[in-house]
């Protein structure tokens, strides 16, 4: 394998491109995305495992790797037949101190081998979950230990620091070009975050962007401990007012230079929310949904439309980003309307 091609990408499109190598099995996940040497700060060299159709690629200068040695594959080469190697997972997540893995039902019973390899490959990590992916409003794991015993960890990204039970809620490591974006917006102004998680939003604007105040809504209990503890823990109590419950019920009116949505599946049903908390002189609605690929952007940039003048409220689309690859055909995208 040739370990030093690598695709230059603008940061913003990082994403987008990151998810397509993806999801042709192109991206290597033995090296690093870093900062183009070339080009600079603006680029990003996505490392590949090989050429890519439709995009140039170059050899790195200076690959960055994770690991220096060698593949899960080789790791396991005596203990899973050759015939079943070819399951070995190729890519994982590794989320504070916990290696979070989805491993094919056919090499189950291997399952615990391959997490005690991961544990050799990541030695400051003491645990290694298998993922069977999101589920419900809540957007709560369904995930199950392989190997030691803590699910608690903390997780730093951006500058701030998420503590988190990999089990109990959900950590999107993609999206990191929206979160950084967020992190850069707000300054001075009030904020509606109506779905804050553990605070994946909140917490690096609050850090970064300093707003006026956020106030950051979120029904599931769990999240919302997590989310308290990691207002705490980044020392953002004097900006962030946290609130348990249904955003429909608790969002605020007439009051927001800015509301974020970022929660995917049924966020239309809550736009009519989202557009009354900005105040009348006007304010930015950050509204993301997954869309069908057919339908990018116009179902979103109707759907606010149509809700905005419900509400007898006038809409300029600012900006619209695809987030990333949600399922096949369907994309997470986000819309920036300006509501006034
Ligand atoms: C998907 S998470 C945020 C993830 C984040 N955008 C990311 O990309 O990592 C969305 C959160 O919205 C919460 N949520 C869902 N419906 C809600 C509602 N009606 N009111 C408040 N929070 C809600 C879920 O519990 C979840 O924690």
Not at 218 to 237: A, D, M, T, W
Request: charged residues 25%.
């Amino acid at each position: 394998m040739n370990h030093r091609k690598a695709v230059i990408v603008p940061v913003s499109k990082v994403e987008a491109v990151r998810e397509e190598l993806l999801s042709k099995d192109m991206l290597d996940h033995y090296r690093k995305i870093k900062a183009s040497s070339t080009l600079g700060k603006g680029f990003l060299e996505i490392p590949v495992t090989g050429g890519v159709a439709g995009m140039e690629t170059i050899e790195q200068p200076d690959p960055e790797y994770y690991i220096r040695q060698y593949s899960l594959r080789d790791l396991l080469q005596d203990t899973i037949p050759e015939k079943d190697l070819a399951l070995v997972p190729s890519g994982w997540h590794v989320l504070g101190k916990i290696v979070i893995v989805s491993i094919d039902e056919r090499i189950g019973e291997y399952r615990r081998d391959i997490a005690r390899k991961l544990l050799e490959i990541y030695p400051q990590c003491h645990t290694v979950i298998q993922d069977r992916g999101i589920e419900g409003q809540f957007r709560q794991p369904q995930r199950e230990i392989l190997l030691g015993t803590s699910t608690e960890t903390m997780h730093k990204e951006n500058g701030c620091l998420f503590r988190l039970d990999a089990t109990k809620v959900m950590f999107s490591k993609g999206n990191l070009y929206e979160k950084k974006l967020m992190s850069t917006v707000g300054s001075g102004e009030l904020i509606v975050d109506m779905f804050a998680g553990i605070g994946y939003f909140t917490i690096p604007m609050a850090v970064h962007a300093k707003p006026a105040k956020i106030y950051a809504i979120e029904i599931n209990p769990e999240s919302f401990v997590y989310l308290q503890e990691n207002i705490r823990l980044n020392k953002v109590g004097h900006i962030v007012e946290a609130m348990n419950g249904d955003c429909a019920v608790l969002t605020p009116q007439g009051i927001a230079d800015r509301v974020l949505m970022g929660y995917v599946g049924t966020t239309h049903e809550y736009l009519e929310y989202g557009i009354r908390a900005i105040k009348n002189t006007g304010g930015m609605l950050h509204y993301h949904e997954t869309t069908p690929e057919k339908l990018i952007f116009e179902r979103p940039v109707s759907r606010i439309r149509e809700a905005a003048l419900r509400e007898g409220r006038q809409v300029e689309i600012r900006d619209c980003r695809k987030v990333k690859k949600y399922s096949p055909g369907v994309w997470h995208v986000v819309v920036d309307a300006w509501v006034y």
